[in-house]
């Protein structure tokens, strides 16, 4: 049986049962067992298409016995025995529809043989054609084409391999429908009524057919056939005729392209295989471009914060050196600022500070809506350092600026929230001012007083009010509800 099966077959063959075990192996380690329930639920959908089949067959076919369609049971039993396929298969004669098939298929150990009544009729004036047909497809069962290509599903969809392993196949059967004609013509007849139809085929002149095999040989002849499941049906004729038939080759660039497009199936060949690269290329674009641009933002963001440290790393150092250093002057707010890191991405600083208490506050602009305020502070003289945000977008933010559960970080006591740099300057005033006077009267509380003032000043006066000298009615107002407030709470 050896010569029967096509030589790249046995080869390919070998690649892909390699390349399947390990696929599978990989697959189920890297999805720690997870993989074989999705196996289990495949296996049960398979069972339910696969008897919904077998049963139509059974209920709407003609099965081919001794006492019905014995010329035909003569036949299998024949190519049967010639191809040693034992026990002899359950076979069908099914309505194609006009449709030239014949095929093969398998259910719970159980083989069948399903032929279609077009080529039975079409062939009725050669019976040893229609043997090819039966041979074929027993050389499928015999091969074990039904069950061999589980092991190789995970690897079957490979440009190039995929492609070449289901064309070898194709021509090992060929070879076992030969052996089972009478000649060689027989065989080639066979083969040219798929391209002639059921009357044509009687009259083809087998050898100038064949001829066709050297007119089709471009780039893209070639690459349709590299990404098919099939081979031309010239080439088949050809080596019914001649197994040993030489064949010109292809277009090496062809094989260029043909290695990007995934082998879609026998049936889809390579204008499937470019639907799935297409597929495959819109969901990488769904996934990865939104991810990339959220990786890109996490980047900047990063560079914002990495640009501000050095203010932080003076600020930390002017609280160490000095804890009573009280309120930043004009110099050393200039001083700090210069130390930040240039940065696109970084629009303005702001720096203030008291004994304890110390912020630097970057408005970034990240782009795409990444916009906002960064800031580092402390609260205890420089110990301990936090970074977070008020406004800026939290999943841009790293991780050390986020909550446990994803959201920003607490902004600094005397800060509300969405703070505009207008008013956390005007902030930074009216706490520092609140401070030295209200310390005099209440050492222990003016901190907590002053920050409560700040953060409920900041969310109900105008910036113009903010900025007005002296302030208005409303301004005035504003703040004595807010010291009301701050000392009753």
Known sequence: MTELVYSREKTL?????????????LLIAGTLGVALLYVLAGFVAYCFAQSAWIAYIRGTA?????????????????????????????????????????????????????????????????????????????GHIKLKHLTGHLW???????????????????????????????????????LVALGTGAKRWATVDLQQYTQQVQTNTGFWPSFHELTAGYPYLTKRVARALNPDASMPGRNPLAYVLALFVPFGGRAGGGAVGLMIVVAIIGILAAVAVP????????AKSSEVIL?????????????????????????????????????????????????????????????????????????????????????????????????????????????????????????????????????KEDPNGAEAFCECMVSKLTRVVPQADMEREPASAETSQAIQSASQACVTR
């Open 291 to 298: 991810a990339n641009q959220d990786y890109t933002l996490r």
């Open 62 to 138: 003609v099965r081919i016995t001794a006492d019905q369609f014995p010329d035909l049971h003569q036949r299998l039993e024949y190519c049967s025995q010639k191809l040693g396929v034992d026990p002899v298969p359950e076979a069908y004669i099914l309505h194609g529809n006009g449709a030239f098939n014949a095929f093969a298929t398998r259910f719970f150990g159980r083989n069948f043989v399903i032929i279609f009544s077009d080529v039975v009729d079409a062939l009725e004036s050669d019976p040893s054609a229609l043997n090819f047909y039966l041979g074929h497809e027993l």
């Open 152 to 190: 190789r599903m995970l690897v079957l969809w490979l440009p190039l391999i995929g492609a070449a392993y289901s064309r070898a196949r194709e021509y090992s059967c060929d070879r076992h429908g030969r052996a089972c004609c009478a000649d060689a013509d027989s065989a080639g007849k066979a």
């Open 307 to 439: 640009s501000i440290s050095s203010a932080r790393a003076a600020l930390a150092e002017r609280m160490a050196a000095n804890s009573k250093a009280g309120l930043l002057t004009a110099d050393e707010v200039t001083k700090i600022k210069s130390s930040v890191t240039t940065s696109q991405y970084v629009e303005s600083v702001d720096v203030y500070a008291t004994e304890q208490y110390a912020d630097v506050v970057a408005t970034a602009n990240a782009g795409n809506n990444a916009k906002g305020h960064i800031y580092m502070y402390t609260r205890d003289g420089g110990k301990n350092w936090t970074c977070g945000s008020t406004d800026f977008p939290p999943k841009y933010l790293p991780q050390s600026c986020r909550d446990k559960e994803g959201n920003d970080r607490p902004a600094p006591p005397r800060q509300s929230a969405n703070i505009g740099m207008w008013e956390r300057s005007f902030a930074q005033g009216t706490y520092n001012g609140c401070v030295r006077s209200r310390t």
């Open 13 to 25: 063959g070998k690649i892909t049962l390699v390349l399947g075990v390990i696929a599978w192996l």
